[in-house]
Every structure is written in structure tokens, then in C-alpha cells.
């Protein structure tokens, strides 16, 4: 696994509040995983270690049914692994939301993007319709590539496959597994090559052409505000439920972090909302489409978050990317890269995580 830089600070004993609506997503992943285990006969064709063939694997189904952006990204390193074991292979993708075809528009491997919507159940014919679609084919793998997903679960079963493989059946060695990196160790433990290599990275497969309009979409918005040619920090300060930190704290982080590391040139990423957190004091972006924000981000070289979908699209770029992590574990959520850092501001103080970003920052530039 690449390494990721992580410092930590106090954590709060305050206990944290379940919204209404993490209550009724909690109950329906229990009707889920009641699903899962009553309902779904144990399959004869799960494979264990060193069980798979390295060979004669030409159809494989990867499945991961989650809207969520970060989550659609963490698979890009199976998809890699999956390139170099069996080159001359074809994935279908069972996924959710509409994230899913930009994702995964960068890889030839891929055949068919197959999507649910996030919520299925109100959409019952639109979702039996995209199983029926899954169960007509043939397969020679299928992958559960989510450990613990009771949807992941029941989908894999139903596909018709010579062999499967489920992430949650290899054993757990050692300390905590990004979740980047469990589904490409789990096939290589499938095949008996599991200590084989570092693990590929998040990876978009940006074009050269996508990268001259994130280019071009940078000099655009920065034209009147970085004439010095300065060095640019994306800054998307936004994130869903736990993990959002107030307006306040970002503008007193983005003012802290310019005294500490000197001359740059900040520009807030904007969210689907139109509301900038940081004051409206720095110039902004705004794009509904994934690979548009990537490339943007990886023109401007430098990317700070708390732990969302855009930090995993930002680490999916060469852009060192730095995610503030408070109630999410960094070590299975960190983003994924040698030059990326998880960053721990669960104290509530924007001048500590600052000062830890800075520190993190200088010594990338220091030679």
C-alpha cells in the first residue's frame, strides 16, 4: 500500500447524534443484510485462497452498488489490477448513481456500466429491470468488491458466474485496510499472490485533451487574481452529514494557512449548492461533471478537504491532495497516494490543522 502521511490529534469524548435520516438508512442496511443471510443460499462457486485460476478469465462482473462518488472511485485500483492479471478481459460494472460512466470512461476494459438507483426500492420495475439485465449473462468471475455490503452481496449471487469472489472472505492480517486497497489484496490472495507488488493507485485516466481544458479552465478563473503566476490550492470546503465543517472554521483555516506557507493563490471549489464557504473572498469553480472537476484540480496541483467524494476524485489525479479527517477513520479513508496526507482537525481548532496542512505542504516543495 503507497504511504500516506497522518497526524493526529486529541479526540472528543462527546458522543455524536444520528440524524432521522442516518436512523432509516441504519434500518435499511439491517433489512439488507437480513436479506443477505436468509435468503441468499451459501454459493458453491466462492473461491479461497489461491483458488482462482490465473487464466482462462475473460468475463468478469465487478460489483459495487453505491451512488456515492468516493466510493465509485475506490474501485479504479481493482479495475487497474484487474488490467494487468488479465489483459484480454472484459468488466461489466454493477454500480449506483450517476457517477459511475465518468468514473470509469478512462478504462477500455470496461464493457457495460450497469447502474441502480440509490434508491431502489421506490423504483422497483427500473430496478428489476437492471437485474434481469444482470442475471441474462455469463460470467467467468464475479467480484463483491464492497466487504460488508449486503446489496453487493445479494447482486454477486445472483449473477451467473464459473467463480466468485468475495472481498470480505479474505481473512484480516495486520492493521487496518484502506478500502482502496482490501478488493485488489483479496484477488491476489484469491489467485495465491497476495504480497505481489504495491497496490495501483485511484486513477481517472484523465486525457491530455481533458487536461488542457482543466488548464484553460484554471487561467480562466484565476486571470485577474494570480498575475504573479503564484502557486494555486483548490480548496472544496464542503462534505456530507458528520464530516461538514462550519463556514467559520474554513475562512479562519484559509486565512491561517496563508500566513504559515506565504504566496499562493487560493480558489474555493463550489458545491451543487452555489454557496461559497469561504466568504466570497477568493476567485471560485463550479462543474457538475467529475471528470471537469478532476482535471481543474489537477491543474491547479494542490487540493485541501475534510473526507468527501471530491478529496477520492482529487487523489484520483496527480494532485497532492490533503484530506481533514474528524470522525472517519484516515486509515481506511485517507486519500490514497504517496503525496496525499490525512490530517487529523477533530480538536475543532482551524489554526492546529493549519498548521499541520502547512507542514505537510512545505515539506512537498522542499527539495
Known amino acids: 500500500m503507497p504511504p500516506v502521511a497522518s497526524l493526529s490529534s486529541t479526540t472528543s469524548n462527546e458522543p455524536a447524534r444520528t440524524p432521522m435520516h442516518g436512523n432509516a438508512?441504519?434500518?435499511?442496511?439491517?433489512?439488507?443484510?437480513?436479506?443477505?443471510?436468509?435468503?441468499?443460499?451459501?454459493?458453491k462457486n466462492l473461491v479461497g485462497a489461491g483458488q482462482l485460476p490465473a487464466a482462462g478469465i475473460q468475463r468478469i462482473l465487478v460489483c459495487r452498488p453505491n451512488h456515492r462518488l468516493g466510493n465509485t472511485l475506490l474501485l479504479t485500483p481493482l479495475l487497474v489490477e484487474i488490467e494487468r492479471?488479465?489483459?484480454?478481459?472484459?468488466?461489466?460494472?454493477?454500480?449506483?448513481?450517476?457517477?459511475?460512466h465518468?468514473?470509469?470512461?478512462?478504462?477500455?476494459?470496461?464493457?457495460?456500466?450497469?447502474?441502480?438507483?440509490?434508491?431502489?426500492?421506490?423504483?422497483?420495475?427500473?430496478?428489476?429491470?437492471?437485474?434481469?439485465?444482470?442475471?441474462?449473462?455469463?460470467?467467468?468471475?464475479v467480484i463483491d468488491a464492497a466487504a460488508g455490503s449486503s446489496s453487493g452481496r445479494i447482486a454477486s449471487a445472483m449473477a451467473?458466474?464459473?467463480?466468485?469472489?468475495?472481498t470480505d472472505a479474505m481473512p484480516n492480517e495486520g492493521p487496518v485496510t484502506h478500502l482502496a486497497a482490501r478488493p485488489v489484496q483479496a484477488?491476489?490472495?484469491?489467485?495465491?499472490?497476495?504480497?505481489?507488488?504495491?497496490?495501483p493507485l485511484l486513477d481517472v485516466r484523465l486525457t491530455d485533451a481533458e487536461r488542457r481544458c482543466g488548464q484553460?479552465?484554471?487561467?480562466?478563473?484565476?486571470r485577474d487574481a494570480n498575475e504573479r503566476g503564484l502557486p494555486v490550492i483548490a480548496i472544496f470546503p464542503n462534505a456530507t452529514g458528520s464530516k461538514r465543517l462550519p463556514t467559520d472554521w474554513w475562512s479562519d483555516f484559509a486565512n491561517a494557512l496563508?500566513?504559515?506557507?506565504?504566496?499562493?493563490?487560493?480558489?474555493?471549489?463550489?458545491?451543487?449548492?452555489?454557496?461559497?464557504?469561504l466568504g466570497g473572498g477568493y476567485p471560485t469553480y463550479y462543474t457538475s461533471d467529475p471528470r471537469k472537476l478532476a482535471s481543474f484540480i489537477e491543474a491547479a496541483g494542490t487540493?485541501?478537504?475534510?473526507?468527501?467524494?471530491?478529496?477520492?476524485?482529487?487523489?484520483?489525479?496527480n494532485a497532492t491532495t490533503v484530506g481533514l479527517f474528524g470522525p472517519t477513520d484516515p486509515g481506511r479513508y485517507a486519500p490514497y497516494g504517496r503525496n496525499n496526507a490525512a490530517i487529523a482537525c477533530d480538536d475543532g481548532c482551524p489554526r492546529h490543522a493549519a498548521t499541520r496542512t502547512a507542514a505537510h505542504l512545505q515539506r512537498r516543495r522542499s527539495p
Open 187 to 199: 484477488l491476489r490472495w484469491a489467485l495465491g499472490a497476495r504480497g505481489e507488488g504495491e497496490v
Open 102 to 141: 465518468s468514473v470509469f470512461r478512462g478504462f477500455d476494459i470496461v464493457g457495460d456500466c450497469m447502474t441502480l438507483d440509490r434508491r431502489a426500492a421506490r423504483r422497483p420495475l427500473a430496478t428489476i429491470g437492471a437485474l434481469r439485465k444482470l442475471r441474462s449473462r455469463r460470467y467467468d468471475l
Open 258 to 277: 496563508l500566513a504559515r506557507i506565504g504566496d499562493v493563490c487560493i480558489v474555493e471549489l463550489v458545491s451543487a449548492d452555489g454557496q461559497s464557504r
Open 85 to 100: 492479471r488479465f489483459p484480454g478481459a472484459e468488466v461489466d460494472l454493477l454500480s449506483a448513481g450517476p457517477a459511475a
Open 160 to 166: 451467473k458466474a464459473r467463480f466468485q469472489l468475495r
Open 216 to 222: 484553460d479552465a484554471l487561467t480562466r478563473v484565476l
Open 303 to 317: 487540493y485541501i478537504s475534510a473526507d468527501c467524494g471530491v478529496m477520492h476524485l482529487a487523489a484520483a489525479t
Open 25 to 43: 438508512a441504519l434500518w435499511r442496511r439491517r433489512v439488507a443484510a437480513w436479506l443477505a443471510r436468509h435468503l441468499v443460499a451459501p454459493p
